[in-house]
């Protein structure tokens, strides 16, 4: 009963709470920047949505199958490259752009996973990675135009749907972010339930006995990547709709690894886990760069006050305090809690 | 043809750049499987050292303060190396992707404290007359500098592999990589050798950084992250774990990517670059098995 509360009910009154936000006239001073259904805290409020459900995607990779990889920029970024080119480029609107774009990112995780699990373990990580710094330089260096180079590519606004434009329209996109978030969610609850979902927990716990045990290995793990890449790519899609555009920082290796940051923070091979870790780091990301322009860090000596205001210091210390101390995550430290308090 | 000697030239140069990086993370690798991705950070770490003491030391000739500045980034990124190895790695030995996280969390952080510290923006890196001139070979007109990166690389080759060929630490480096089970089931202490191993890689990271400064003529926190990503496929292409590989794809990775960058079109270069990569793994996938 507890079990079915947890896995059913929480979220589901979680997913309505959210859902009914944009109805929340109340102001939360310190904690978002205006109110809470205001443009700007809708707005980061769809960051941080988006932004877990693409950790929940690179879960479904590293958490659930236990595949290291650094290209999930990769699939992320076509996602959201190739629905802003093929409206640029061939004038579609953005729903057939982004049919497009989810076909596309599908066959390159399909052909690149094909090649890169032919290795395993440490050595898969660096071939993704290659792959990824290898369409981080295409789209930096601007072949045809159709990249824009360092300076990203917006999406066109007369393709657009007109309720996910301008900043009076910030709840709607922040409802398609939801909706992503919702549909990764699902996608990955099935998953993790189906026959290639205990395949896939099988190889990530012991891919050699796996084998011995006449488990498909090579074809579970490429099953996983294609599906984690298939949600990265939706990912990309909704993150190009949210942010109006594509911008080169997330083909760099720096946003895959800030993924692998986030699920393990959150707690690797858990819904909640990629998904708190997701948010959380999103939302660190953006509200510390604030705390970084207040009077609060002037007070120390020059050098710390520097290094403190840069976000990414504290979250890299961060993370690696949860690696020595928690290695489940925030979810984990939360679950021992809850339990503890059990009888 | 003056253009061929000059991209051959610099393709050395860079190929040798990428050697100083490449071999202490080969090493690393080979021997305990932990990937380093701090790596990096140990280049930033040793590139900035190096700013530091070469403008500090004004009164002195260009070429004079940059060797202090040298021997400040080997000094740095030797001492980072020892106490990363201590207090990070030691205690997740053996568990391999604990390892990663700490390492990819630590790139972040110290990265990110650089840029705290000195800003995000390059700084200016004075090197002297004689390394911002030219020489000229077979009518090209050679940066000075690259011939400082070859000899540097020369230097380490040649000294890593007497170290790994004369010396009992050599023996126990080389019989570690190829089984490190059955070394440390022999008695010897594998942990010790490899902490030396780590310092000594990390020690040749900083130097990578300061001289990948020299090759800009500036640092900047980002440097170390381009460089460590041409790094990880040079070992890759090169087999971990092997110091003879690791030169050979140095130089195959700078060279191929000068070459295509000029006579193909920039960007190219980088990108055959990854190709070459697919092209080893599928051919010969088992080449990045290294140790167990």
């Known amino acids: 009963m507890t079990r079915r509360l947890r896995t059913v009910a929480l979220p589901l009154v979680l997913l309505l709470v959210l859902a009914y936000l944009p109805y929340v006239p109340t102001e939360l001073p310190g904690l978002l920047p205006d109110r809470v259904n205001g443009p700007g805290s809708m707005q980061l409020l769809a960051i941080c949505l988006t932004t877990a459900g693409i950790a929940l995607s690179y879960d479904v990779l590293f958490g659930r199958t236990g595949l290291l990889s650094f290209g999930h920029a990769l699939v992320v970024a076509a996602g959201s490259y190739l629905t802003a080119i093929a409206m ?15 076909v596309g990112t599908t066959l390159l995780a399909l052909v690149v996973g094909a090649i890169a699990l032919r290795v395993g373990g440490i050595a898969f990580a660096m071939v993704t990675l290659a792959f990824a710094q290898a369409a981080s330089i295409v ?31 910030a709840p709607y996109r922040y409802w398609v972010a939801l909706g992503f978030l919702v549909v990764a969610w699902l996608v990955v609850a099935w998953l993790v339930r189906s026959r290639v979902g205990h395949a896939m927990a099988a190889v990530r716990e012991n891919e ?129 809690v809850v339990r503890r308090g059990e009888p | ?80 190396g020892l106490v990363v190895e201590l207090v990070l790695i030691r205690p997740l030995y053996e ?22 510290i000195w800003g995000p923006d390059a700084r200016q890196l004075p090197k002297g007359e004689w390394l911002s001139s030219t020489t000229s070979v077979a009518g090209a007109h050679v940066p000075n500098d690259r011939f400082l990166f070859i000899a540097a690389a020369l230097l380490l080759f040649v000294g890593l592999k007497a170290l790994l060929q004369f010396t009992r630490l050599g023996l126990v480096i080389r019989a570690g990589v190829e089984n490190r089970r059955m070394v440390a089931a022999l008695g010897i202490d594998v942990q010790r050798t490899f902490t030396v191993v780590f310092v000594l890689g990390s020690a040749a990271a900083g130097l990578a950084g ?68 697919a092209l080893v793994l599928l051919l010969r996938p088992r080449s990045m098995e290294g140790a167990r």
């Open chain 1, 208 to 336: 050699a006995r796996a084998a011995v045990l006449g488990l498909p290995v090579y074809r579970t793990k490429l099953v996983a990547l294609v599906v984690g890449s298939f949600l990265g790519a939706l990912g990309g899609v909704v993150h190009a709709v949210v942010l109006g555009g594509s911008s080169p920082h997330i083909t760099t290796a720096e946003f895959t690894l800030s993924l692998l940051v986030m699920v393990v923070l959150g707690g690797a091979g858990s819904s909640w886990g990629a998904v708190v870790g997701g948010f959380l780091y999103a939302y660190a990301d953006a509200r510390l760069i604030e705390v970084s322009g207040s009077s609060l860090l002037d007070h120390l000596p020059g050098a710390l006050g520097g290094v403190l205001s840069e976000p990414l210091f504290i979250l890299g210390t961060f993370f690696v305090l949860i690696v020595y101390f928690a290695p489940t995550g925030i979810t984990g430290l939360g679950r021992r």
């Open chain 2, 210 to 277: 300061i001289l990948g400064g020299v090759y800009a003529s500036s640092v900047t926190p980002g440097q170390g992250g381009s460089m460590l990503i041409y790094a990880f496929i040079v070992v890759v292409i090169g087999g971990m774990g092997s110091l003879n590989g690791t030169a050979v794809a140095a130089l195959a990775v700078g060279l191929v990517q000068q070459l295509t960058n000029f006579y193909a079109a920039s960007g190219v270069g980088d990108l055959s670059v990854v190709l070459l990569l």
């Open chain 1, 88 to 102: 640029s480029s061939l004038d579609l609107p953005l729903a057939l752009a982004a049919v497009v774009a989810l």
């Open chain 2, 1 to 80: 043809m003056t253009d061929f000697v000059l991209l051959v030239v610099t393709g050395v140069g860079l190929g040798a750049l990428y050697f100083l990086a490449a071999s202490g993370l080969s090493l690393i690798y080979g021997l305990m499987g932990v990937l380093n991705f701090a790596h990096g950070a140990f280049m930033v770490a040793g590139a900035y050292a190096g700013w530091v003491v070469v403008s500090h030391l004004t009164g002195l000739a260009g070429g004079l303060a940059l060797a202090v500045g040298v021997v400040a980034a080997l000094a740095v990124g030797a001492l980072i």
């Open chain 2, 95 to 116: 568990r391999h992707i604990q390892q990663v996280l700490v390492t990819v969390g630590l790139s972040l952080a110290a990265v990110a404290a650089v840029q705290g």
């Open chain 1, 139 to 169: 789209v930096l260096r601007n072949p045809g135009g159709v990249t824009g180079g360092e300076e990203g590519l917006t999406l066109d606004r007369d393709l657009m749907p007109n309720l996910l434009l301008g900043v009076a329209n």
